[in-house]
Nanobody
Framework: QVRLVESGGGLVQTGGSLRLSCEASGRALDNYAMGWFRQALGKERELVAVIRWSGSGIYYSPSVKGRFTISSDNALRKVYLQMNSLKPEDTAVYYC?????????????WGQGTQVTVSS
């Protein structure tokens, strides 16, 4: 089994920064892509960024490209999402995902989510 635990969410003003962390435990995820998704109130869950443990295969949603950076630390089994220049529309619950198919919202393993709130 796989357990994903997110941390680092909180309340920040427009233009501020936050760094989310996702720690993976359980069986090996060498062939998995690690993704960050988010779900705003009343909206569908959407892909924010994805990376493979090798550091390859990085993808960003157009809405966050240039502001967010995804990275991984294989030794610590952690994936990070550095979020800069935050906007109110970035407010959402952010989820960590592990799936063999990068960016696949329909399956894989999920964390419990961490709330990010950006005030205007």
């Amino acid at each position: 089994q796989v357990r994903l635990v997110e941390s680092g969410g909180g309340l920040v003003q427009t233009g501020g920064s936050l760094r989310l962390s996702c720690e993976a435990s359980g069986r090996a995820l060498d062939n998995y892509a690690m993704g960050w998704f988010r779900q705003a109130l009343g909206k569908e869950r959407e892909l924010v960024a994805v990376i493979r443990w090798s550091g390859s295969g990085i993808y960003y949603s157009p809405s966050v490209k240039g502001r967010f950076t995804i990275s991984s630390d294989n030794a610590l089994r952690k994936v990070y999402l550095q979020m800069n220049s935050l906007k109110p529309e970035d407010t959402a619950v952010y989820y960590c995902n592990a799936d063999p198919l990068a960016g696949d919202i329909s399956g894989g393993f999920w964390g419990q989510g961490t709330q990010v709130t950006v005030s205007s």
